[in-house]
C-alpha cells in the first residue's frame, strides 16, 4: 500500500513524502521518500509512520514544522476553514437582522440586505 504523506516546513512549504507499507514477515516494511529526493529509507514495521517520515525529513535537510497524514488539514488550511465559517455565519446574522429590520423601515434596509446575500453568494474571504 503507497500514500502520500505530506511535511510542512518552517517557512510554510510543502513537501510529498510518499509511504509504502508492506504485509508480510518483511522486519523492513515500511519505506519513505521524500519530495524529489530519490532516496529511500528503510524503517523496521514497528515504527510509526510518522517518526519514519520525521527520520528522513530530518535527513533531507527539512526543518518540519507539521507532518500530516492523507486528507489531515495542516494549521493553516484550518485556520482559513475557521475564519470562512466565521464570515458566514457574521453574513447570515447580518442579513437575517436586515431582512427584519427592512419589514419595518422600506427600502433601504431591503438594498443592504441584498447586498450581504450577495456578499454570502461570492463567499468573500478574508
Known sequence: MSE??????DA???HAATVEVRDGDDATAITVAIGSHSHRDAYHRATPIRAAIAHRAWAADIA??????PGQQSR???CVASRR???????DHAAARLRRESS???????VAAKFVDTLRVREVTL
Open 4 to 9: 502520500t504523506w505530506r511535511v510542512i516546513d
Open 85 to 91: 465559517i466565521g464570515v458566514r455565519a457574521g453574513l
Open 76 to 78: 493553516a488550511e484550518a
Open 64 to 69: 518540519v514544522a507539521e507532518i500530516l497524514a
Open 12 to 14: 510554510g512549504a510543502e
Open 104 to 110: 419595518r423601515e422600506g427600502d433601504a434596509y431591503d
